[in-house]
């Protein structure tokens, strides 16, 4: 009788005692992601590490108001520009970093650098430093001097997405767990599980209602739902509109928001095969995309067609580039007089697509190629997971591979077209499959211009761009959909797929 | 039998070691981490010092032999991606797995066997049919379905249990219910074919004439020459679940290793994945060795010669 028991007695014990159970305190919130970050570290800029890093451990120089653009004082007080190649900003005085150590010129420059250093490889330094060269020195205490090879106008916009992290930080590897100077310090990291965020109790700046904050992440979009539905987390981000109750819209659980992403198909004109080498071709890609009802289907209505591939907020954007209609009769009419010029609008064309770039990528790249079809071209979906995206984004120009398009889902959370010219259409950017000469030497011109010269000289790129050269077809302008429980009340930011400010939320009663 | 067993350790051994080389070989075929790990833009010579750090850089062949030299030495290298061993990586995820498939395959044994006995006992009853046929839905339902249902059902609708994650036995519910369906309804149709041929054999005939009750019959005599079939299929589903509850791990948060083992493929990070392939095909091999033994006793005209 006793031996029969051994078993299921010890199973019973394993599996309670398997696992930690959640969080229980009033103060303490749960957040639940789509993805395990790959990393905590500050200089990269990856959404999934950002989610939880970004304003809560690590904070910028500058801040940036994410619904206007605004730049404010964040560690640094004041800037200035200093000459055509240089900048000067005076640190913060009384804030420290989570290990105890101080907030100076010396830790800010340190950290720059770092940032900058090619070896570290850092993804914020790739993503928003390109076509210059910065290097920052202490020239006193408290003040940053950072010089640049050629001139730099918007330099306290870029350091508004570069996070300071302590001098004990290493400068030769990634660390796993950042040391900053937000309202949060980090706690621990149980792999496959939960990360664990703290607030810091000597933060220099007001202090968060929310005590401390565990990020758990769930791959299935129903699951995460669930987990607010239930109370078991207080935030879900990225939630497909499928798995959203109509109650949770109707009780405010369920908030869309509008972000700075276009979603769009990347042609490939650095050696254009046909037909898409043709641009009636190109232009009867965009006309025969019904942009309104793929908002609808895809985005559940949350979203708007879009004819760049920023949204309208953004400087650059040129009212005067007319908007895509919906027109399938003139696209098929573009096709076939191209085919009686002998274009092969017959090939086939692969639509390069990427798994989970957001909800729904599958379904609404099989709807796009439905709408193509339609009018007559041939065109076919391959979905790959991001690595095999990425290395067909390396290898499409290559002899050998078909005519294609690439799903792509740009974001600019920045406010200006040059952190989209830029990867996107300039000769060196990682994403352009483009070889212009105006582009290249226009965006270059551009980088140097502030104010209204600056917008203008933008504008006339994207002009340019997307009424003489059609490189892409810009779909729509993307939204996501956060789920918030009862216990919390948060108004997100454009900038909220990437950036979740714990120090925002506020507990309900 | 221990001879049987030492005989059988060195054929997997044998075996190991060329599932090995293949891992090895098929992981490397998925491409350069590169992409994953450096900037879009980043230069040939920043590519190539990554390769050389890892000795991507260098034939397969060679690459191969240091691996084997390392694994001589129980080095299995390094994750990419969290900087530590990655057969600590494995270590730390399998038990979870391992946990979930000890508790799946006692249920779904015992469910089969009372649902497979009935389908048997009256095969033309309507209890009968209708245990045929929930062990066909059970067979049918893909586990991601009934894993999502769950959710909807008993979380969100009813709150009696979690939605995913781990914690006391109420996160168990689900995963094991998801896992548990197809080994079910596979288990109880092995069990219900095993009991009729059973049933129809002289023996059982023979009995039925000296006036054994039926009853007697089917759970005395028949149930237990039909309980072979079952290790050796049970053993086939445990395995599976070892090998294969990633969809039911990715749903529920389960950090198992065959999610960990999914992570590892998308991120490139090799190590891991030879490392986590190594963990799982040697659970295997022992179990496979563990079920010939138990065969072995059930059934006295089996030896170990």
């Known amino acids: 009788m006793r031996n029969r028991l051994i078993l299921p007695i010890s199973l019973a014990v394993f599996m309670a005692c398997a696992g930690t159970a959640p969080l229980a305190a009033d103060d303490s919130i749960v957040v639940v992601l789509p993805e395990e970050p790959q990393s905590l570290e500050l200089c990269e800029s990856g959404s999934s590490i950002r989610r939880v890093t970004q304003h809560n451990v690590g904070e910028p120089l500058v801040q940036r108001d994410p619904d206007t653009q605004t730049l404010s004082e964040g560690l640094a007080v004041s800037w200035t520009q200093d000459g055509d190649t240089a900048w000067q900003f005076d640190i913060r005085e009384g804030v420290s970093f989570h290990d105890g150590s101080a907030l100076d010129a010396e830790a800010v420059a340190t950290s720059l650098n770092r940032t900058w250093n090619e070896d570290l490889a850092c993804g914020v330094a790739q993503q928003y430093f390109q076509g210059n060269t910065y290097s920052a020195s202490a020239v006193d205490t408290m003040t940053v001097r950072i010089e640049t090879d050629t001139l730099d106008a918007i330099l306290p916009l870029r350091l508004s997405f570069l996070a300071i992290s302590a001098p004990a930080t290493s400068t030769t590897e990634k660390s796993a767990a950042p040391i900053g100077t937000g309202p949060y310090s980090f706690t621990e990291w149980v792999r496959g599980e939960h990360i664990t965020l703290d607030r810091f109790e000597d933060y220099w700046g007001e202090a968060p209602q929310v005590a401390q904050v565990q990020y758990q992440w769930r791959q299935e979009s129903a699951i995460r739902a669930a987990m607010v539905q239930t109370g078991e987390a207080d935030l879900a981000l990225s939630v497909a509109s499928q798995d959203v109750l109509p109650e949770d819209r109707d009780t405010g659980r369920a908030v869309s928001f509008a972000l700075p992403a276009v979603t769009l198909l990347r042609f490939d004109l650095v050696d254009p095969l046909e037909p898409l080498n043709d641009i009636r071709v190109r232009r009867a890609v965009n006309l025969a995309i019904d942009r309104q009802g793929f908002v609808d289907v895809v985005f559940d209505g949350q979203g708007s067609p879009a004819n760049h591939v920023f949204s309208p907020s953004t400087i650059g954007y040129d009212e005067t580039v007319p908007q895509w209609e919906y027109d399938p009769e003139e696209a098929r009419r573009l096709i076939e007089e191209a085919r009686a010029d002998g274009v092969a609008v017959d090939n086939e064309i692969v639509i390069f697509g990427r798994l989970g770039v957001y909800e729904n990528a599958t379904e609404s790249m099989e709807l796009v190629a439905a709408m193509l079809n339609e009018v007559g071209l041939n065109v076919r979906v391959e979905m790959l997971a991001l690595q095999a995206w990425l290395g067909v984004l390396r290898s499409s120009y290559e002899p050998g591979r078909p005519t294609n398009m690439m799903q792509q889902s740009h974001e600019n959370v920045t406010g200006d077209a040059v952190f989209t010219f830029n990867p996107q259409y300039t000769a060196s950017g990682p994403f352009s499959a483009l070889r212009d000469d105006f582009v290249n030497e226009h965006v270059a011109a551009a980088q140097g211009l502030s104010g209204e010269e600056r917008a203008e000289a933008l504008r006339e790129i994207s002009h340019y761009l997307y009424t003489e050269v059609i490189p892409d077809a810009p779909i729509a302008v993307t939204s996501s959909t956060m789920m918030l429980s009862d216990a919390i009340s948060y108004d997100p930011t454009p900038a909220s797929f990437e950036e979740i400010v714990i120090g925002d939320i506020v507990l309900t009663p | ?305």
């Open chain 2, 1 to 305: 039998m221990a001879a049987y067993i030492l005989r059988r350790l060195a054929y997997s051994l044998i075996t190991l070691a060329l599932f090995f080389a293949l891992i090895f070989v098929l992981v490397r075929m998925t491409g350069n981490p590169a992409d994953l790990y450096l900037p879009l833009n980043s230069t040939q010579e920043m590519r190539d010092a990554f390769s050389a750090r890892l000795g991507l850089d260098q034939p397969i062949y060679i690459q191969f032999g240091r691996f084997v030299l390392d694994l001589l030495r129980l080095d299995f290298g390094d994750s990419l991606v969290r900087g530590i061993p990655a057969m600590s990586v494995a270590l730390n995820a399998f038990p979870r797995t391992a946990a979930l498939a000890l508790v799946v395959m006692p249920i779904a044994a015992t469910l089969a066997i009372m649902i497979g006995s009935a389908a048997a006992y009256r095969p033309n009853s309507i209890a009968g049919r209708t245990a045929t046929l929930g062990a066909l839905v059970a067979t049918a339902v893909p586990d991601f379905w009934i894993g999502i249902m769950g959710v909807l059902w008993f979380s969100v609708m009813l709150g009696w249990l979690p939605t995913s994650g781990t914690g006391g036995w109420q996160y168990w519910v689900l995963p094991v219910l998801a896992l548990a369906a197809r080994p079910t309804g596979i288990l109880a149709q092995v069990v219900r074919g095993a009991m009729v041929q059973t049933l129809t054999s002289p023996y059982i005939k023979a009995a039925r004439a000296k006036g054994i009750s039926k009853q007697a019959l089917v759970f005395r005599h028949a149930f237990r020459n039909a309980t072979l079939p079952v290790i050796t299929v049970g053993g086939e589903q445990f395995a599976g679940i070892l090998s294969g509850a990633i969809v039911v791990e990715t749903i529920f948060g389960w950090p198992g290793i065959g999610k960990t083992m999914m992570d590892s493929i998308l991120q490139r990070d090799f190590a891991v994945v030879q490392a986590s392939a190594l963990v799982i095909a040697s659970s295997i091999f022992l179990l496979n060795i563990f079920i010939d033994i138990l065969y072995a006793r059930l059934d006295p005209r089996i030896s170990f010669k």
